[in-house]
């Protein structure tokens, strides 16, 4: 069985500051992890991806997450906010190249002020 | 993106009406997917296919059917829709050779309303 929760449903952080998008995950199996975006009225965007090689993955746009098996968790963090970034986040879990069983947590809404 | 096309993006019905989905795919991938958004709750599975003849259900198939018509084509119906199919839904697909067979792709969604 796996679960994913992303502890903030909504963050909101100035333009030009860190942010900081959490997720615990767990998981029965070694996991792959993933980072997806979505704009408004757009589809997923595939923001990084975690497999099992270097715990920090680096991903499109600045983003980059960390993978802590200790404490299960897989933050998602870029250290400076453009306005935009202002998105839907998923993080996302499915035991490594099993790619039909998906679990997606329920989405941070990132908002970024000017 | 581009490579996965879902038709329509918009869509109105009634109560009671079927409703067709299309996804389309230009990426060459074996596994599709169908998946439904609703707000709070990520994704959630209907359906996914791993080749033209097989057919799977996913976490959430009641009231979903699905054809598998080619390769690159999966439809989603509503034989008969109610309220609370109103949703976000989202076709997806992913390789199953090679070394990224984990990730899937998005196509835009459809947001389908059901009065």
């Known amino acids: 069985a796996q679960s994913v929760t992303q502890l903030d449903s909504h963050v909101s952080v100035s333009e030009g500051t860190p942010v900081l998008l959490r997720c615990n995950y767990s998981?029965?199996?070694?996991?792959?992890l993933f980072w997806y975006v979505q704009h408004p009225n757009k589809g997923l965007q595939l923001l990084l991806k975690?497999?099992?090689?270097?715990?920090l993955v680096k991903g499109i746009n600045g983003f980059e997450a960390e993978f802590k098996k200790s404490e299960t968790s897989f933050h998602l963090t870029k250290p400076s906010a453009h306005m935009s970034d202002a998105a839907e986040y998923f993080c996302?879990?499915?035991?490594?190249?099993?790619?039909?069983?998906?679990?997606f947590g329920g989405g941070t809404r990132l908002m970024v002020k000017p | 993106d581009a490579d996965v096309t879902q038709t329509p993006r918009n869509r109105i019905t009634k109560t009671g009406k079927r409703i067709m989905l299309e996804c389309s795919q230009t990426k060459g991938h074996d596994r599709m997917y169908w998946y439904r958004q609703d707000p709070g709750l990520g994704l959630r599975l209907i359906y996914y296919s791993f080749d033209v003849k097989d057919i799977n259900k996913g976490e959430i198939s009641d009231g979903y059917s699905v054809s598998r018509q080619a390769q690159a084509k999966f439809s989603l119906s509503l034989e008969s829709a109610i309220p609370n199919q109103t949703a976000l839904y989202f076709c997806?697909?992913?390789?199953?050779?090679?070394?990224?067979?984990?990730?899937?792709?998005f196509g835009p969604g459809t947001r389908l309303t059901v009065l």
């Open positions: 998981s029965s199996y070694s996991p792959s």
């Open positions: 997806a697909t992913s390789d199953l050779r090679g070394i990224d067979t984990d990730t899937q792709y």
């Open positions: 975690y497999t099992s090689a270097a715990t």
């Open positions: 996302v879990v499915t035991p490594y190249n099993a790619g039909n069983m998906l679990t």
